[in-house]
């Protein structure tokens, strides 16, 4: 059976890392990272004559959207080719949308794969952490502003999902045990 696999969580989880981790054990997958649209989207704040902050509303109006249906569309290309397409990207708007998740599923029916939702459990003080670890642009305002961008996050799992699989990864030790049980569960037909 085929399967689609949306990494979820807020930023500075651990996404990005455990997707990779998780794209080199599984076999017969694509791996998809909607941070690769980054480009695009900072040319149309360039374009758009707009300061470069991916928490405005300019940002949510015009650009948010558009990169997920743009990452869901390659991913549905890709299950033409492979069994396992496993998108890193946060979702977290759309993982809690009941319409929004049956919609998928019902798409993914079609191309006869299954939904598989995975959460990265990790405390906030870790992901703030990160965060300044990484140094990157597209957190600038985030760490400038924590507090208010913090009341913007949900960092609970969703509970609206039947095909959730949560992954913690706020030490060493979860993240060794929860990549073990994940890759099981994933592989599982």
């Given at each position: ?5 949306l ?23 694509v791996y998809?990272?909607?941070?690769t ?9 360039v ?60 798409k ?5 794969a ?14 703030k ?5 990484r ?27 039947d ?12 993240y ?12 599982e037909?």
């Open positions: 059976m085929k399967k689609l696999i990494v979820t969580s807020p930023p500075a989880c651990g996404k990005t890392f455990i997707s990779k981790q998780l794209s080199q054990n599984l076999e017969h997958v998809l990272d909607k941070d649209l980054i480009p695009l989207s900072k040319q149309i704040f374009v758009a004559n707009e300061p470069y902050n991916r928490s405005s509303d300019f940002f949510q109006k015009n650009i948010r959207d558009f990169e997920y249906e743009t990452i869901l569309a390659l991913a549905f290309e890709a299950l033409d080719y492979d069994d396992l397409v496993l998108i890193n990207a946060p979702f977290t708007e759309e993982i809690r949308d009941l319409d929004y998740i049956a919609d998928l599923e019902e993914l029916t079609e191309k006869n299954k939904l598989a939702v995975l959460w990265i459990d990790t405390k906030v003080e870790v992901c952490e990160r965060m300044i670890e140094n990157s642009d597209r957190d600038t305002w985030k760490l400038n502003n924590w507090d208010e961008y913090i009341k913007g996050c949900n960092f609970e799992a969703p509970t609206n999902l095909n959730l699989l949560i992954f913690h990864n706020s030490s060493d030790d979860e060794e045990t929860s990549m073990k049980e994940v890759v099981a569960k994933l592989e037909k």
